[in-house]
């Protein structure tokens, strides 16, 4: 245990002030050393607190527009939080919030929340036009089962309201998301599919 200790304060110091993929490869040590993954998903739940106002306590989001953050990707919440620390993503509130966490609070956030169970969202109807939509070209990355992969992002069971205006913004190609493949991917999309896939992505489990 005192090893274990010892080499976390180590990699702490040696990342801190690294990139993107340090903190990659500091998550991904901790992944595979049970005892300190235990450490950083309860540091991560204690310093939650931070995000509960909006994302709940358990990362599932008390508001309709709000993402969820439980059973995320891990690497994907991690990505999310060091792009809005650096202004690659844009959010006032997130820019702000990303810009006061740690690196060691980044990985631990990532980790409590994934490991988190997601809790769909209630009295949301699935959509057979939607699963249509969703099978002809989000599964592709995002999965046949919406889960996502490593830095792609789960979509099963998140917030209708959230899809909903992610996708519009998508469409509409808005500054916050400009930069994002889903710009072109949704020019393909009509408007009026928007809803139902959003009820069908809100609606897995």
Not at 139 to 168: I, M, T, W
Request: charged share 25%; net charge neutral; proline share 4%.
């Amino acid at each position: 245990m005192r090893w274990l200790a010892f080499t976390l304060v180590i990699f702490t110091v040696t990342t801190t002030a690294q990139d993107y993929q340090s903190l990659l490869d500091k998550m991904q040590f901790i992944q595979q050393q049970p005892a300190v993954y235990e450490a950083a998903v309860t540091a991560g739940k204690e310093r939650g607190m931070l995000c509960s106002y909006c994302h709940g306590k358990d990362g599932n989001s008390v508001k309709t527009d709000i993402p969820n953050l439980a059973d995320q990707n891990p690497e994907y919440l991690l990505n999310q939080f060091h792009v809005f620390s650096t202004g690659e993503r844009q959010s006032y509130v997130m820019e702000q919030v990303a810009k006061l966490l740690t690196p060691d609070e980044m990985v631990n956030f990532a980790l409590y929340y994934s490991s988190q169970e997601v809790k769909p969202q209630a009295n949301i109807k699935t959509s057979k036009k939607g699963e249509e939509k969703y099978q002809s070209f989000c599964f592709a990355c995002h999965g046949e089962d919406g889960k996502g992969n490593k830095d792609l992002p789960r979509l099963a069971g998140q917030k209708k309201g959230f899809l909903v205006k992610a996708l519009h913004d998508f469409k509409e190609g808005k500054s916050a998301r400009a930069n994002s493949p889903m710009v072109k991917i949704m020019r393909a999309v009509d408007a009026s599919d928007i809803s139902p896939l959003a009820d069908y992505i809100a609606s897995m489990r």
